[in-house]
């Protein structure tokens, strides 16, 4: 819907409102299904997550780590960087003043 808004691509495609709707309709419709079946394709096909592999996944164990910290709590931390988030936004704080 934001495309209508701007009128740019209108104006650079010399289409219709109706079919550039249409157009992100189908595009959306197809993502749906073609994106789960890519993921298995690869999922199948490679060894994926595996560190020793061709797609070793390594953002798994960031996310993961985001997961654990926001399931532990900030009790998973170790003090130094509890005390420079606090020290930073205190200094956020003051800044803000």
């Known amino acids: ?3 209508f808004k ?3 691509w ?3 495609t010399l289409a219709s409102p109706r079919s550039i709707f249409f157009s992100q309709v189908f595009g959306t419709a197809m993502v749906c299904f073609m994106s789960p079946l890519i993921f298995w394709f690869f999922y199948k ?3 994926v997550g595996n560190p020793d592999g061709s797609y070793p996944a390594p953002y798994g ?3 993961r780590g985001i997961a654990l ?3 532990e709590g900030l009790r998973v931390l170790v003090p130094f960087p509890k005390l ?3 020290l930073l936004s205190y200094f956020s ?3 803000s003043l």
Do not use: F, P
């Open 1 to 3: 819907m934001q495309d």
């Open 6 to 8: 701007s009128q740019d």
């Open 10 to 12: 209108i104006s650079i």
């Open 45 to 47: 096909v490679y060894s």
């Open 61 to 63: 164990l960031m996310y």
């Open 69 to 71: 910290l926001g399931v």
């Open 84 to 86: 420079v988030s606090n």
């Open 93 to 95: 704080m003051l800044l």
